[in-house]
């Protein structure tokens, strides 16, 4: 981490908490985290449970005198209506109250056919309504062995930076090995540190301002027990969560081991 950037851990919770559930665990969340300054926390519910998480967030938040969690998407479609069933656009994900959305997850990519060019479409709709994204990228195991993890998180950068670039808006990129999602396999925080530089450095040289503002999360099997070591490397700005973001318990301590990175002394580089 570094000072300059605001850390921030999302939680994605991908197909679970739907309903009543969800609405549970945001409260609780919410009461776990009110003393948890200097962190940004977001929570990517399923869409059905999208609104009621962000008013509980935002009525739990004036409870306990403290910023609303902030709610995020973990899809969107790039068209802003019409006859696209089954799809949700970036209005209807404002009016439920998001301010987030994930764009290019692995699962996406690898289960339903999303391209580098739609991942670009969706994070350029999302920036156009002033939706962050958060936008994934990594490699699977099989480019990791063939030596060519670095050539392909490069590559789907590439894809989305002029994106990124004209967006002006509030950019974070994840860095998530396909073979760290959910298996308790995590790079080494050197390895991460590794991609995490070159996707920074990719980024400066398109645009040096936006590469010192942007977020990189790293993802990939991140627990309580390695946030710290992960988010201690330079270039890694925080965490997309996964499994350790849907108990309560171990994601306000992945908060706290983020929290406990900011009261180190800055080191000199
Ligand atoms: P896990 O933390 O369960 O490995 O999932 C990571 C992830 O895919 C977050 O988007």
Not at 24 to 51: K, N, S, W
Not at 100 to 121: K, N, P, Y
Request: proline share 5%; glycine share 8%; aromatic share 4%.
């Amino acid at each position: 981490m570094n000072a300059a950037r605001i850390p921030l851990v999302a939680g994605n919770w991908k197909m679970h908490h739907g309903g009543a559930s969800a609405i549970e665990l945001a409260a609780e969340l919410t009461r776990r985290a009110a003393r948890i300054d200097g962190v940004e926390i977001v929570l990517a519910p399923p869409f059905t449970a999208l609104a009621a998480v962000a008013m509980t967030c935002a009525e739990m938040a004036e409870m306990e005198h403290t910023t609303p969690l902030r709610v995020a998407a973990q899809n969107v479609h790039a068209e802003d209506k019409g006859a696209f069933t089954g799809e949700i656009s970036p209005p209807m994900l404002l009016e439920a109250g998001c301010t987030w959305v994930i764009v290019g997850h692995s699962e996406r990519r690898q289960l339903f056919g999303e391209t580098d060019a739609m991942v670009a479409q969706k994070a350029k709709a999302a920036l156009a309504h002033r939706l962050h994204p958060i936008v994934c990228i990594g490699e699977t195991l099989a480019e990791r062995e063939a030596g060519r993890a670095l050539e392909v998180v490069l590559g789907q950068l590439a894809a989305v930076t002029d994106v990124l670039v004209a967006g002006k808006g509030a950019v974070v990129v994840a860095y998530e090995p396909v073979w760290a999602i959910g298996t308790g396999k995590t790079a080494t925080p050197a390895d991460a540190q590794e991609i995490h530089g070159a996707i920074r450095k990719a980024l400066a040289e398109r645009d040096p301002v936006l590469a010192g503002k942007t977020r990189i999360l790293y993802g990939g099997s991140v627990k309580p027990d390695n946030t710290a070591e992960l988010l201690g490397q330079p270039d890694i700005d925080g965490a997309l969560v996964g499994g350790a973001s849907l108990d309560a318990a171990s994601f306000e301590a992945i908060l706290r081991a983020a929290r406990q990175l900011l009261d180190r002394p800055a080191r000199t580089e």
